[in-house]
């Protein structure tokens, strides 16, 4: 069954940068739609952002629009999520999700078949 990997988590001072990684280690991506979540304590699970399995269309969450970008690189079987100007506010656990549909992506948790075990970012001075 297809597992996520997520890396590049760790701990960022507010208005720092940090990128995760997504993979599938002995599958492919490019058939999947794949969206970042994240979670806090006491909070259920919240999309931040996601792309289509071609790259040809993404969604972002109001709370780190022109912040954050999601990108993909089908021939590295890699999807990232560049996180810039952090704040506090983004201190969570940070989610890959992988949805097998070709066209488009939703921020949904329920649409998505396959989870990572999230990665730990934390921003704060």
């Known amino acids: 069954q297809l597992q996520l990997v997520e890396s590049g988590g760790g701990l960022v001072q507010p208005g720092g940068s940090l990128r995760l990684s997504c993979t599938a280690p002995?599958?492919?991506?490019?058939?999947?739609?794949v969206g970042w979540f994240r979670q806090v304590p006491g909070k259920e699970r919240e999309g931040v952002s996601c792309i289509s399995s071609s790259g040809g269309s993404t969604n972002y969450a109001d709370s780190v629009k022109g912040r954050f970008t999601i990108s993909r690189d089908n021939a590295k079987n890699t999807v990232y999520l560049q996180m810039n100007s952090l704040k506090p506010e983004d201190t969570a656990v940070y989610y890959c999700?992988?949805?097998?549909?070709?066209?488009?992506?939703?921020?949904?948790?329920?649409?998505?078949?396959?989870w990572g075990q999230g990665a730990q970012v934390t921003v704060s001075s």
């Open positions: 999700a992988a949805w097998a549909v070709q066209a488009m992506c939703v921020m949904s948790v329920n649409a998505y078949d396959y």
């Open positions: 002995g599958f492919t991506l490019d058939y999947f739609a």
